[in-house]
C-alpha cells in the first residue's frame, strides 16, 4: 500500500506513545522510507488517562472528521 499510495494514515484506537500504531510507523520508516512522499499521519486517541465520565469517554475516541481531516493532510488536499 505505501509503495503504490506513497503515504500512510494510521487510526488506532490507544494513545499515541508506545502504541501499534508507532511500531507500524517505525517498521514503514525503516524499510519503505523511499516510497513515502509525505509523512505518516498516525491517528489515536489524546496522549492523556482515559476519562471516566461515559459521556467523555465517547468523545475520547477520534471521530469521523477528524480522521477525514487527517487523511486530506496527507493527500495534500485542501477543503
Known amino acids: ?3 503504490k499510495t506513497n503515504r ?9 506513545f508506545a502504541s501499534v500504531a ?3 510507523t517505525y517498521m514503514v520508516q525503516q524499510k519503505a522510507f523511499d516510497y513515502l512522499d509525505a509523512p505518516i499521519k498516525r491517528i ?9 465520565s461515559a459521556a467523555l469517554f465517547a468523545e475520547w475516541f477520534p471521530k ?12 495534500y488536499i485542501k477543503a
Open 64 to 75: 469521523l472528521d477528524k480522521v477525514k481531516e487527517e487523511i486530506k493532510k496527507a493527500l
Open 8 to 16: 500512510l494514515v494510521i487510526l488506532e484506537e490507544a494513545w499515541p
Open 44 to 52: 489515536t486517541t489524546p496522549d492523556a488517562p482515559a476519562p471516566y
Open 1 to 3: 500500500s505505501v509503495r
Open 22 to 24: 508507532s511500531e507500524i
